[in-house]
């Protein structure tokens, strides 16, 4: 028993400074690396003008103009004397006339109206039918390509929405605030800027993450050998 004591006393300890220097070894030197993507600036800025060319190019080629028309109308009732009750219909009407105004039958007349080139399903992804603020107002948005399609897909859908919620409802018009009007369509194409700033930002991200991957596998290296 004492001999196999003695025989566990003396088994080598673990090299814990190996381990420890080995540990060292494989951490990364962030100041060495900073100074090291210092040293190759001039490949990150060339990277990052690169980037914004492209960037650039893809915008004046593949970038298209998109622009926003939007018409608006009021529920409420169309009586003299309004009492609150009726306020409080008008709210509760609002998301049903939303829905009537973008629903199946409604988008079909209007690709009928003016002749156009989509079904349903592809210009109903143009219109926005929103009630802001949960007010008694209801807002048509038409995104498109084309400044007065823009405006007349607005025009007809409020107006053959109308006629609609009439048929459906059966009470008052809602009253009409705005038309859309083609001074009124704003254009929300996204600005050059945008996509430069992106083309630089790419562009840096790019050139960093490849100095990176080449210091770490250079300092792996040495470390190996």
Same mark, same amino acid.
């Given at each position: ?32 690396? #900073?100074? /090291? ?14 980037? =914004? ?15 926003? =028309?939007? =018409?608006?109308? #009021?529920?409420?009732?169309? *009586? ?32 009928? *109206? ?14 926005? /039918? ?19 399609? %823009?405006?007349?897909? +607005? ?5 053959? !929405? ?5 048929? /459906?409802? !059966? ?12 001074? +009124? ?13 992106? !083309?630089?930002?790419? !562009?840096?991200? =790019? +050139?960093?993450?490849?100095? %990176?991957?080449?210091?770490?596998? +250079? ?7």
């Amino acid at each position: 028993m004492i001999k196999e004591a003695k025989n566990i006393q003396e088994k080598p300890a673990k090299p814990v400074v190996t381990e420890t220097i080995i540990q060292q070894e494989d951490t990364i030197d962030l100041l060495e690396l #900073f100074w /090291v993507l210092v040293n190759h600036w001039k490949i990150i800025l060339l990277t990052m003008l690169i980037t =914004a060319m492209l960037a650039g190019v893809y915008y004046l080629v593949g970038v298209k103009p998109s622009y926003q =028309a939007d =018409a608006s109308i #009021f529920i409420t009732n169309n *009586e003299s004397v309004i009492t609150v009750s009726d306020l409080q219909l008008s709210s509760e009407l609002t998301e049903d006339y939303a829905k009537i105004i973008k629903s199946r039958n409604v988008l079909k007349q209007v690709i009928k *109206e003016l002749d156009l080139n989509l079904d349903y399903r592809e210009l109903s992804k143009l219109v926005s /039918v929103t009630n802001p603020d949960n007010s008694h107002i209801i807002t048509i948005t038409v995104t498109c390509g084309d400044v007065e399609l %823009c405006r007349d897909i +607005a025009n007809s859908l409020m107006n053959i !929405g109308l006629d609609r919620i009439y048929q /459906v409802v !059966g009470s008052s018009e809602p009253t009409v605030i705005d038309y859309s009007e083609a001074e +009124a369509v704003d254009e929300i194409t996204p600005a050059l800027t945008k996509y430069l700033a992106i !083309g630089l930002l790419l !562009g840096l991200i =790019a +050139a960093c993450g490849l100095i %990176c991957v080449r210091y770490m596998t +250079a300092v792996s290296y040495t470390h190996l050998t």
